[in-house]
Structures are given as structure tokens and as C-alpha cells.
């Protein structure tokens, strides 16, 4: 899994703790599935952001789900074309296909989070339509976040226990003071140090508006995709 982490590193040419822990599960998976002598997946990146599948979206009132889709959906961001690019296997992504958001934009937000059975979900109309094709366990299964799913929210144990807390102060001090980053984890501490080896300081002097914690650019952003800060 070390290994794997440098790689998505290099791959994403960043240390956002939680976009490595999630996209390690992807990288492992496209390798698997090169290794396996597969010329190309499909994922399913796209399905929570156009059809409102994330648990905080539930008890939203329309008017509010339907700005929060907008929302997502113009900062979603999907690494996995990156990944597969550099391992060499074609990814597939058939919910960001132009006339599949068309549609999604055309449904009305009272089908994308309903109820059933008296227990409301996110993605109910994705989840209808599938409920005859695919076992009932897997069509109506709640929501849980990738690194839960997957397990790499251990990670964050792993590097606790690898990084001692007097180690962790010491190089975070150190970083701040030569770097000026400000390291917030022993995990992102792990990820920094493979990023810095990699491709050095993120630091961008020149942009108006950085995150105050890694200095690099954030745009208009209140998420820093470097370090992984929110909100700045």
C-alpha cells in the first residue's frame, strides 16, 4: 500500500490526504485490472454529484438540493482518467457523457433523493432503474464514504502509529520554518515528504490568492486541492 501511495503521489502531483487515501483504492484497482490484461473499466464517477448521492445532501429542502447539485457539479473532479492514462488502460466514465448530465439537469430533484421503505436516499431514481438488473442488497445499499468502503480510513491510524507525535511536531516545526507549509496530520506529513521528494516546494508566490496553509494557488476556491484545506 506504501508503494501505491508514492504512486498516486506522482500521478496526481499532490498531498491532499483525503483525494490519495481515496484514489490508492483506484490505482490499485486499474493496476489490478492491467495486470489482469484488461484493455479498459468503467467507473461510476460522476452518479453522487448529478444524482445528489451524498449522505449530507438527505435532509435538504429542494430548492437548496438543487443548488447544492449545481454546486458540485461545477467542482467536480475525477483523477481516475489520470490514473488509467499513466498505467495505460482506458477509463470509462459513462455518467460524465454530455447527454447523460443533459438528462440529469432535466430531473427533478425529488427523484434524485427520496424514500424508501420510510428511509430516505440519495440517487433513488439511479438506484429504481437498476433494482431489477442488479441484486436489491447492492441497488439500495446506504451510502458510505470511498475510504470507509474501501478501508484506507485506517491509513490515518497507520501513520499515527509510524509517526510518533514528538517526530510529528519536530518535522512539522521544521517544514513551516524552511518550507512555510503548514502541515495539519502525521498522515499529511507522509504525503508531503513523497510530494517535496517528487516535484519540491508547492509553494506559488505569485498568485493573489493562496491557501493559507500549503501557499499554493486556490483560485476562487474554498478548497485547496494541493494540501486539501477546507474551507480557506
Given at each position: 500500500i ?21 484514489n ?21 464517477d ?48 459513462p455518467?460524465?457523457?454530455?447527454k ?7 430531473i ?14 440519495g ?6 432503474a ?13 451510502k ?13 491510524n ?13 518535522k ?29 516546494s508547492?509553494v506559488?508566490?505569485?498568485s493573489e ?17 494541493m ?6
Amino acid at each position: 500500500i506504501l508503494e501505491a501511495i508514492e504512486e498516486t503521489i506522482r500521478i496526481l502531483k499532490n498531498f491532499n490526504d483525503i483525494e490519495i487515501r481515496n484514489n490508492v483504492v483506484m490505482y490499485l484497482a486499474i493496476k489490478w485490472a492491467k495486470d489482469n490484461g484488461e484493455k479498459a473499466i468503467i467507473t461510476g464517477d460522476g452518479a453522487d454529484e448529478l444524482f445528489a448521492g451524498y449522505n449530507f445532501l438527505l435532509n435538504k429542502s429542494e430548492s437548496e438540493l438543487e443548488k447544492e447539485i449545481k454546486r458540485i457539479c461545477s467542482v467536480m473532479h475525477f483523477p481516475t482518467q489520470k490514473i488509467g492514462e499513466d498505467l495505460g488502460i482506458a477509463v470509462e466514465s459513462p455518467f460524465l457523457n454530455k447527454k447523460v448530465i443533459k438528462l440529469s439537469e432535466e430531473i427533478p430533484v425529488n427523484l434524485k433523493v427520496n424514500e424508501k421503505d420510510g428511509k430516505r436516499y440519495g440517487k433513488w431514481i439511479l438506484r429504481k432503474a437498476f433494482e431489477k438488473k442488479i441484486p436489491h442488497q447492492i441497488a439500495w445499499r446506504e451510502k458510505s464514504p470511498m475510504q470507509e468502503g474501501s478501508g484506507t480510513e485506517g491509513l490515518t491510524n497507520l501513520f499515527n502509529s509510524i509517526i510518533g507525535e514528538e517526530q510529528f511536531v519536530e518535522k512539522k516545526l521544521t517544514v513551516e520554518k524552511t518550507d512555510g507549509v503548514v502541515i495539519r496530520s502525521r498522515e499529511s506529513m507522509h504525503y508531503y515528504e513523497i510530494f517535496k521528494k517528487l516535484y519540491g516546494s508547492p509553494v506559488d508566490s505569485k498568485s493573489e490568492k493562496i491557501c493559507p496553509y500549503c501557499k499554493h494557488i486556490v483560485e476562487e476556491s474554498k478548497f485547496c486541492r494541493m494540501c486539501g484545506a477546507f474551507p480557506i
